[in-house]
């Protein structure tokens, strides 16, 4: 499964931005789907998933504030972060995992100024 994430920028504090990944497999057959989000000196986060049989999970620290989602049709799957703070300022990577194996995009960065 190849992985191609859009969507980043620079934007200021309260502002939104969408992150977008395109799949090259029907993303409706792949199991797992996720954003993680890697900022300097920190570790590997997860951001928010969607896991067949068990729904929609989120980092506590973006609950309310980001919305995960997929479209089937498109293929892609999308982030839409709203209410952006300075502490989610990241490089954001879009991950598949089917069967024992796990995708990653290239990733994007989001950029928020206080």
């Known amino acids: 499964v190849q992985l191609q994430a859009s969507g980043g920028g620079l934007v200021q504090a309260g502002e939104s931005l969408r992150l977008s990944c395109v799949a090259s497999?029907?993303?409706?057959?792949?199991?797992?789907v996720a954003w993680y989000r890697q900022a300097p000196g920190k570790q590997h986060e997860l951001v928010a998933s969607i896991r067949h049989g068990f729904g929609i999970d989120y980092a506590d620290s973006v609950k309310g504030r980001f919305t995960i989602s997929r479209d089937n049709v498109k293929n892609t799957l999308v982030l839409q972060m709203n209410n952006l703070r300075p502490e989610d300022t990241a490089v954001y990577l879009c991950?598949?995992?089917?069967?024992?194996?796990?995708?990653w995009g290239q990733g994007t960065q989001v950029t928020v100024s206080s």
């Open positions: 991950n598949a995992q089917k069967g024992n194996l796990d995708y």
């Open positions: 497999a029907s993303i409706h057959t792949i199991p797992v």
